[in-house]
């Protein structure tokens, strides 16, 4: 079985660029601490956001979906699911907040992360919540001809309860002894959980849920205000390609984990530049909506789209925006270019 070492492994990432990396989000990380003390009740809106963002994208990733308006209405708890899709959204909704709220009393310990997963399936009748897998499974990829293959083997079924109790014991120690930077020891995490794969479904949901827990332990709480999950769906092909990378011979003891450590540093790196953007235009909330909607225009280089301007302003009604956009093009402010989908607005 494989070998989780989280003292000598975590050397080997220490490359220049991995070090600059790390070096950036510890710079972003203080800045953070002031932008949330300074900003506590306009961060509300940011969280909230991210609390529809993470778990409609979170959840699309696995290929569970529901329209806009029914996430909003699940996640905000104004509605009970109406199927199994909406069953699983409003149990990823239930976990998430349970780490939002509480994430500085759990460990990651196995029986811990048997109760989130648990949790995770609280809506559904499904009987494999809380449940190591019962059956060996097989992570596969299809390709454009429609083939099936297996991508990776993880652990077998009978194997799982012993290597999910070696795996947190040993991050559990090296967290604990605090020698190695936490932000290597995460995603190093997150890829054993993933080779592993403990359970008959939602591994994929729960390895983004255990990252938040991770990193907010760790002190890093941008997910709470932007959703790390959307950026993951964003670049979900960069994520699979990283993590079949850091895969490949996991079972020897010969795997890499620096492509998966790297794409998940960039992740959060992305996510604070997006934070402080974010946090730069709750200074325009003194203004009239359409006035920040401009606003917004102003500081964007080239062309820019609505879904753009709606994520950098989340408290502003899409309404709002389209008649805010419509008005400028007619003042010839700015003029529109594209159609469809690849519809964006420059400044003339």
């Given amino acids: 079985m494989h070998r989780f070492d989280y003292g000598k492994e975590p050397v080997k990432l220490l490359t220049p660029e991995i070090v600059q990396m790390v070096s950036c989000i510890h710079e ?21 956001v991210a609390m529809i963002q993470s778990t409609g994208a979170s959840n699309r990733i696995e290929g569970i979906y529901t329209t806009d308006n029914r996430l909003e209405e699940l996640v ?3 509605t009970t699911p109406r199927n199994r899709s909406e069953q699983e959204i409003a149990g990823y909704r239930e976990v998430l907040s349970t780490i939002h709220e509480n994430y500085e009393y759990i460990a990651p310990r196995p029986n811990l992360i048997l109760q989130l997963h648990r949790d995770l399936y609280s809506y559904s009748k499904s009987a494999v919540g809380g449940n190591y897998k019962n059956a060996d499974n097989i992570i596969a990829e299809t390709d454009a001809e ?7 083997i993880p652990v077998p079924a009978f194997q799982t309860q012993e290597a999910m109790e070696e795996l947190c014991e040993a991050f559990g120690d090296a967290w604990e002894a605090d020698h190695i930077d936490k932000l290597l020891l995460v995603p190093m995490f997150i890829l054993d ?7 008959n479904d939602g591994n994929g949901r729960m390895s983004r849920l255990l990252t938040l827990l991770l990193l907010y332990k760790a002190g890093y709480i941008v997910g709470k205000y932007i959703s790390m999950e959307m950026l993951i769906e964003k670049t979900k092909e960069t994520y699979y390609e990283a993590l079949q990378a850091s895969s490949a011979d996991w079972h020897e003891n010969g795997n890499d984990y620096e492509p998966f450590v790297k794409y998940y540093l960039g992740i959060t790196l992305k996510a604070y530049h997006e934070f402080e ?14 006035e920040r909607v401009k606003a917004v225009i102003e500081q964007k280089v080239g ?14 009604s899409k309404t709002t925006v389209e008649r805010t956009l419509l008005d400028l093009v007619k003042s010839g402010y700015i003029a529109k270019v594209g159609s469809g989908p690849a519809t964006g607005y420059v400044r003339i």
């Fill in 28 to 48: 972003h990380k203080g800045k953070q601490e002031l932008f949330v003390q300074a900003n506590q009740d306009e961060l509300k809106t940011l969280l909230e």
């Fill in 76 to 78: 905000k708890q104004k």
């Fill in 146 to 152: 429609g083939h099936r293959r297996a991508r990776f």
């Fill in 193 to 199: 959980f993933l080779c592993i794969h403990p359970f």
């Fill in 277 to 290: 953007n974010r946090v730069e235009h709750l200074k325009y909330r003194t203004l009239s909506k359409p």
């Fill in 303 to 316: 062309k820019i789209t609505k879904k753009e301007i709606l994520d950098a302003c989340p408290d502003i």
